[in-house]
């Protein structure tokens, strides 16, 4: 039987979620603002403390942690509401509509009028 905890975070937007799995089997989940800067500076690891037991600010014993599994909407929510900074891509000459092109999927394949979805570059 292992002795370690293992922990699976999901961190959104507007909330983080972590489920610890405790060395006996048991699950714990834990849910906590993604951001709130008065009680903590990241959630993910507040969560992992509070499962712990472990107070804010304190270090998290390397002993006590199996595995961590993280994902995330947060760069995806980002592009998608446009937010964020803006970045510059470069693209090798004679594929500058490869963007505007894609894959050149449409739901309906036969239609004549396409009406082609508001791009998320400039």
């Known amino acids: 039987m292992t002795t370690k905890w293992d922990f699976w975070i999901d961190r959104g937007g507007t909330f983080t979620d972590v489920i610890g799995h405790d060395p006996q089997g ?3 989940p834990r849910k906590l603002l993604s951001e709130n800067p008065e009680a903590y ?3 993910a690891i507040q969560g992992i403390r509070d499962l712990l037991g472990l107070p804010s ?3 998290i014993p390397p002993g006590l942690i199996g595995d961590i599994k993280m994902g995330t909407t947060v760069a995806t929510n980002a592009l998608l509401e446009r937010k964020g900074d803006r970045v ?3 693209i090798t000459k004679g594929f500058r509509d490869a963007l505007k ?3 050149q999927a449409r739901p309906d394949i036969f239609a004549k009028e396409i ?4 791009q998320l570059y400039e």
């Open 41 to 43: 500076t990241d959630a």
């Open 88 to 90: 510059l891509l470069l």
């Open 115 to 118: 009406i082609l979805p508001e």
């Open 57 to 59: 600010g304190g270090a």
């Open 26 to 28: 048991g699950l714990h």
């Open 101 to 103: 092109i894609a894959y």
